[in-house]
Antibody, heavy 122, light 107 residues
Framework: QQQLQESGPGLVEPSETLSLTCTVS??????????WAWIRQPPGKGLEWIGS???????YSDPSLKSRVIISVDASKNQFSLKLNSVTAADTAVYYC??????????????WGQGTLVTVSS | DIQMTQSPSSLSASVGDRVTLTCRAS??????LNWYQQKPGTAPKLLIY???SLQSGVPSRFSGSGSGTHFTLTVSSLQPEDFATYYC?????????FGQGTRVEIK
C-alpha cells in the first residue's frame, strides 16, 4: 500500500520561501499512471489545491498561486517537492501531499500524506 | 473556477440516522465529483469517486449519486465513527476545487 509523508520546516518567515518534500513509499514517483499533488488547508478552513506534477514532464498549479509555486520530482529519492516563494501569513496552513490518477480529468486524491503545519511568522 | 457549494454547512444527527449531504457545482461537471471524510487532526480520506463509485475499504453504508450540477452523499445508518467533516471535490476542470465542507455532529 502506497504511503506519502511530508517533511520540512514548520516555521517560515514572511517574504521567504516555503519548501516541503513528500517522500513516497510502496510505489514510484516515476509512475506514468499518476500525478503527484500538493493541497493545503488553512487552520479551521477548507481544502485548496496548490498544484500537481506528472513525471512525464508536466506541472500544473492554481492560477492564483502560479507565479509563486515550483513543483519538482526527484526520482533518485522517490520524492517530489513544493517551493512557495514570497510567503505571507495567508500561506499559513497544513500542507498535504497526495496522489491522483493520470486521466482526462483531475481524478481523485488518494492516498494523502498525514499533513504538516507550516506557520508563516517572524 | 468552478465553485462547489455544500449544504448544510453543519448538521446534528443520531447514531442510526440516515443522512444526506448535498454538493452543487456552479456549472455542469458531468460525474467528475469525489467525496472525502476528514476527522480532526487527520488527512482527508477518499470515500466516493466519480460521483457514485465506492472506494475500496469504505463501508457500504456510504453511497453517492448525482450528475451535472447536483450531487448527494448518503450515509444509510450513521455510526459513531462517521462523525466528521465531509468535502466534495470537482475534477472536471482546472483548478480542481473543493466545497467548504459539511460538519456532521452528534445530536
Amino acid at each position: 500500500q502506497q504511503q506519502l509523508q511530508e517533511s520540512g520546516p514548520g516555521l517560515v518567515e514572511p517574504s521567504e520561501t516555503l519548501s516541503l518534500t513528500c517522500t513516497v513509499s510502496g510505489g514510484s514517483v516515476t509512475s506514468y499512471s499518476h500525478y503527484w499533488a500538493w493541497i493545503r488547508q488553512p487552520p479551521g478552513k477548507g481544502l485548496e489545491w496548490i498544484g500537481s506534477i506528472y513525471y512525464g514532464g508536466s506541472t500544473y498549479s492554481d492560477p492564483s498561486l502560479k507565479s509563486r509555486v515550483i513543483i519538482s520530482v526527484d526520482a533518485s529519492k522517490n520524492q517530489f517537492s513544493l517551493k512557495l516563494n514570497s510567503v505571507t501569513a495567508a500561506d499559513t496552513a497544513v500542507y498535504y501531499c497526495a496522489r491522483h490518477p493520470y486521466r482526462s480529468d483531475w481524478g481523485w486524491f488518494d492516498p494523502w500524506g498525514q499533513g504538516t503545519l507550516v506557520t508563516v511568522s517572524s | 473556477d468552478i465553485q462547489m457549494t455544500q449544504s448544510p454547512s453543519s448538521l446534528s444527527a443520531s447514531v442510526g440516522d440516515r443522512v444526506t449531504l448535498t454538493c452543487r457545482a456552479s456549472q455542469s461537471i458531468n460525474n467528475f465529483l469525489n467525496w472525502y471524510q476528514q476527522k480532526p487532526g487527520t488527512a482527508p480520506k477518499l470515500l466516493i469517486y466519480a460521483a457514485s463509485s465506492l472506494q475500496s475499504g469504505v463501508p457500504s453504508r456510504f453511497s453517492g449519486s448525482g450528475s451535472g450540477t447536483h450531487f448527494t452523499l448518503t450515509v444509510s445508518s450513521l455510526q459513531p465513527e462517521d462523525f466528521a467533516t465531509y468535502y466534495c471535490q470537482q475534477s472536471y476542470s482546472t483548478p480542481p476545487t473543493f466545497g467548504q465542507g459539511t460538519r456532521v455532529e452528534i445530536k
